[in-house]
Nanobody
């Protein structure tokens, strides 16, 4: 089992920056892909960024060049650095972990463990 706890959400003005963190505990070395998802009001959950435990990264087109995902060496923290934030980035952001390796076009069904989510509001 893996436990995930997000932190760092809040409110920010458009054009600003915000950093999210996700603390990972439990059987961390059993997972191979970490990801951030988000769910905006009235929309389905969508993948924002994903990172292989080997270091390669994937990004949704909507956040490329603005967001950066990273994983610490001990695989106990995954981060999402967000810049040039837009009102369209307003959503509950979730951290997720998967046993399988990351793949292009990743979806929520690929993931086995989820955090409780943290709200990001851009106005």
């Amino acid at each position: 089992q893996v436990q995930l706890v997000e932190s760092g959400g809040g409110s920010v003005q458009a054009g600003g920056s915000m950093n999210l963190s996700c603390a990972i505990s439990g059987d961390t070395y059993s997972t191979n892909c970490m990801s951030w998802f988000r769910r905006a009001p009235g929309k389905e959950r969508e993948g924002v960024a994903a990172i292989y435990t080997g270091g390669d990264r994937l990004y949704a087109d909507s956040v490329k060049g603005r967001f950066t995902i990273s994983l610490n060496r001990a695989q106990t923290m995954v981060y999402l650095q967000m810049s040039s934030l837009e009102p369209e980035d307003t959503a509950v952001h979730y951290c997720a972990a998967a046993y399988i390796y990351c793949r292009a076009g990743w979806t929520p069904s690929d993931f086995d463990f989820w955090g409780q989510g943290t709200q990001v509001t851009v106005s």
